[in-house]
């Protein structure tokens, strides 16, 4: 499934305003490569997708600089200016998805996390990972779980929020 079409202008732009041009990201969860649709002018990324047919299928490996068949828990990178948890999250536990985003605040400058809330979803598509493990997310979850973000746009059902490194 791809990412949720809420807010995609806003995080374009608001990405293209606080990056340099020829900065580097990770789009963790590419799925079928929206993130790339919407940034590939701006900046060099690359891909995390742990459902290798969507690899294939969405031809990924044309669009990415690189594309890593993983998971993002546990994956091992040296730094992107960048990291995109866009629509990712919720199908991660907990531990896994806070152990992700520490990973990241060590390796980035920057995260976005795109997030629906109270969405109860199961497998899709042929894809056991499409499963919402956090269906009970809100604002108030969100920030309780995940610390230091900052929400830039809170569409009722769906926000998206951001780190910064100081």
Same mark, same amino acid.
């Given at each position: 499934?791809?990412?949720?079409e809420k807010g995609k202008k806003e995080i374009r732009d608001y990405i293209i305003l606080n990056l340099?041009?020829?900065?580097? =990201?990770?789009?963790? =969860? +590419?799925? /079928? =490569?929206?993130?790339?649709?919407?940034?590939? /002018?701006?900046?060099?990324?690359?891909?995390?997708?742990?459902?290798?047919?969507?690899?294939?299928?969405?031809?990924?490996? /044309?669009?990415?600089?690189?594309?890593?068949?993983?998971?993002?828990?546990?994956?091992?990178?040296?730094?992107?200016?960048?990291?995109?948890? =866009?629509?990712?999250?919720?199908?991660?536990?907990?531990?896994?998805?806070? +152990?992700?985003?520490?990973?990241?605040?060590?390796?980035?400058?920057?995260?976005?996390? +795109?997030?629906?809330?109270?969405?109860?979803? /199961?497998a899709m598509y042929g894809n056991k990972y499409e499963r919402h493990i956090q269906d009970d997310l809100?604002?108030?979850?969100?920030?309780?779980?995940?610390?230091?973000?900052?929400?830039?746009?809170?569409?009722?059902?769906? +926000?998206?929020?951001?780190?910064?490194?100081?």
């Open positions: 499934m791809s990412s949720y340099p041009q020829g900065s580097t =990201g990770l789009d963790v =969860g +590419a799925c /079928d =490569g929206e993130y790339w649709n919407l940034l590939h /002018d701006h900046l060099i990324l690359d891909g995390c997708e742990i459902f290798v047919p969507n690899i294939v299928q969405h031809h990924l490996t /044309d669009k990415y600089r690189l594309i890593h068949p993983s998971s993002i828990y546990g994956f091992e990178y040296d730094y992107y200016d960048i990291v995109i948890f =866009g629509d990712v999250i919720e199908h991660m536990t907990v531990e896994e998805a806070q +152990a992700s985003i520490e990973y990241a605040k060590f390796h980035s400058s920057m995260i976005v996390v +795109a997030v629906p809330f109270l969405y109860k979803q /199961d809100t604002d108030k979850v969100f920030n309780d779980r995940y610390k230091g973000f900052e929400k830039l746009y809170d569409f009722g059902n769906y +926000a998206y929020y951001v780190w910064k490194k100081l």
